[in-house]
């Protein structure tokens, strides 16, 4: 029997507006422009905390929980990213994006800077099964930009929190809740 493979949709948010979740026209020149607006230092994050932030957080908005929120005023923006259904495997289509964003990435004006890969899921289906696979997309992303595109894996954390933070203004099984953040999480400084 032939296996049907459905194509899921994720969003990928890489910094602009806090709250700004809509999937935008993706070019190198707007990611680095986009993500390049950081201009305070970015607060020490401990992706534990946030991971069970999310998860006991019933269900708030980001812009609501302590440690999210000083994120949620972080650099961001959204752009779009196919995975096969349920499964980590990207779109062979999303390789281009995947690439703009890598490219950005690589430019002078972001060398210095640390990035945060947030996985979503919609609320459809198994909550720790959605919890799992919003780790993994993220994770596998991070992986692509790294060793397809040769981003320092060491710039980007991942962190996946599946159904917890849905976007503002929709139901927690909408499409659009299945995305990946990026945030700019500023200058990398060694600890002394």
Known sequence: MRRILLKTTLLFAVA???GLVAAQEVSQDRIVKGLGKLTSAAPAID???L???AINGGNKQMGELPNWKRLAKLPQMVVEINFENDSVAIQPA???TLGMIADALHHPNMWAYNFLIVGHASSTGDE???LDLSERRAAAIKEALSTTFAVDPQRLYAL????????DGTQG???NNRRVQLINLGVFKKKS
């Open 16 to 18: 602009l507006l806090p």
């Open 47 to 49: 992706l534990e905390l």
């Open 51 to 53: 991971r069970q932030e």
């Open 94 to 96: 999303s390789y281009r």
């Open 128 to 130: 720790k099964h959605n």
């Open 160 to 167: 996946g929190v599946g159904e917890y933070l849905p976007i």
């Open 173 to 175: 099984d909408a499409s």
